[in-house]
């Protein structure tokens, strides 16, 4: 018997392996994961490439996983090793980016992949506007889409001329998000973004790394709590129309601010929806994004915060809207078949990210701000789990090992400090 795939969640079409592309996901954490699970039982092959052995997805028995170079430390070597793949298939895989790391490599080295691989990124110029934080708020002022204040500082003396002259609290950024993440500079800030309060905060923190990266972005800091942050989340094909879409709105996030959503829950909001989807127009985007804005609670007004033009964790909450997002792409990236759309009625989920989660729990009890009640009530609807799943139990077991054994070396090394 054929394997299926559903393709319109109505009507169900048969699948020949052979007839439809295989799929390549760089990095198996829980972003990975979610697209593997995603093409689970289609019959279309999944191809894990990553280089960290012990990430989560790699054991997914939806998974045929490759070790392979880092995309940021070794791209040459990268990209010579995932052609050697793509030339064992007879049509072009369809590649998955997870990380800011991997579009960069995928942006750099596209004119080498392209003659191997469908590419799920958007063109070249509309990605760098997307990837600058700083061309993207200018293209959202031109089309009407509100931003915090934002200015871009190159240098200390640039600095000066307006530290005195800004309200505070403000939030120092990376003008791209990568450029935080090397390891000269990570080992410094160690956040995605820093809070502050005060001018003399603001120079203190910009003289810790202005020797390393001197340019960053300076934005108004937008008051509220971590669950006013929502995005709108969507698929756009060539032509820049949106074919799905649906928004979440984070619970908790992991460090407070400025962290990862570890709590994330699907939402309806359309007041963000008609100003999204001009945006995305207007900068002539193509393919997956999440965007991220913040609600003022006095105001009522959204901030944009960023554009994410890739895959998140929490993409599988497309399922409370009746959605596959990873089999949206696909459809539109291949043309097979009709792009899938939503015929389901909203039914609330959560997503949550276990060891994100229970380290949160025992950190708030432990440090007695919150009680289990003011956490747990930021939980409903259907749970969806980033790395549980009844069926394909062998990546929880091994992020459970990881996350038993991390723990482990924190309670040491406390001890050890209180000895000391």
């Not at 790394?209 to 960053?216: A, D, Q």
């Not at 009530?377 to 549980?388: M, P, R, S």
Request: charged share 25%; proline share 5%.
């Amino acid at each position: 018997m054929n394997p299926k795939l559903k393709i319109d969640f109505d009507t169900e079409v048969d699948l020949d392996s052979r007839g439809f592309p295989s799929v390549f996901i760089l990095n198996l954490a829980y972003t990975g994961l979610g697209i593997a699970r995603s093409f689970a039982e289609t019959g279309i092959k999944v191809f894990g490439i990553g280089s960290k052995r012990w990430a989560c997805g790699n054991y997914s028995r939806y998974v045929n996983f490759f070790h392979s170079p880092d995309s940021q430390a070794e791209p040459e070597r990268l990209s010579q090793f995932l052609i050697a793949l793509a030339q064992r298939e007879t049509q072009k895989p369809v590649i998955f980016p997870t990380r800011d790391h991997d579009i960069l490599f995928l942006n750099r080295y596209r004119e080498k992949l392209e003659p191997y691989f469908i590419i799920a990124l958007p063109e070249k110029n509309t990605l760098n506007t997307v990837m600058d934080k700083w061309k993207l708020f200018e293209a959202a002022k031109r089309c009407n889409v509100t931003t915090p204040k934002t200015y871009v500082i190159g240098r200390e003396d640039e600095l000066g001329s307006i530290s005195s002259q800004i309200d505070y609290p403000v939030i120092i950024k990376p003008l791209r998000a990568a450029d935080w993440r090397k390891d000269r500079i990570w080992k410094i800030v160690k956040r995605k973004a820093i809070y502050c309060p005060s001018e003399k905060t603001l120079w203190r923190e910009y003289n810790r790394f202005k020797h390393i990266n001197p340019t960053v972005l300076l934005q108004e800091y937008i008051e509220g709590a971590d669950d006013d942050i929502y995005t709108f989340c969507s698929y756009c094909d060539r032509h820049s129309h949106v074919l799905v879409s649906f928004n979440t709105r984070k619970r908790i996030q992991r460090p407070e601010r400025f962290g990862t959503g570890i709590v994330v829950q699907s939402a309806v909001n359309n007041e963000i929806t008609e100003c999204s989807k001009r945006l995305l127009k207007f900068i002539g985007f193509t393919g997956t994004s999440e965007i991220e804005y913040k609600r003022d609670p006095a105001t009522g007004i959204y901030y944009l915060i960023e554009i994410n033009p890739r895959f998140w964790d929490q993409h599988r909450l497309s399922g409370s809207f009746g959605i596959n997002l990873p089999l949206v792409a696909y459809s539109d990236l291949t043309g097979k078949g009709r792009p899938p759309s939503s015929s389901s009625k909203y039914q609330p989920a959560t997503w949550i990210a276990e060891d994100g989660f229970i380290k949160h729990f025992t950190s708030e009890l432990f440090t007695r701000r919150k009680k289990p009640g003011d956490i747990l009530h930021k939980l409903g609807g259907n749970i969806n789990y980033a790395v549980w799943d009844r069926k394909d139990p062998l990546p929880f077991l091994i992020s459970l090992a990881l996350m038993i054994t991390d723990m482990s070396k924190q309670v040491t090394q406390r001890i050890s400090s209180w000895v000391e």
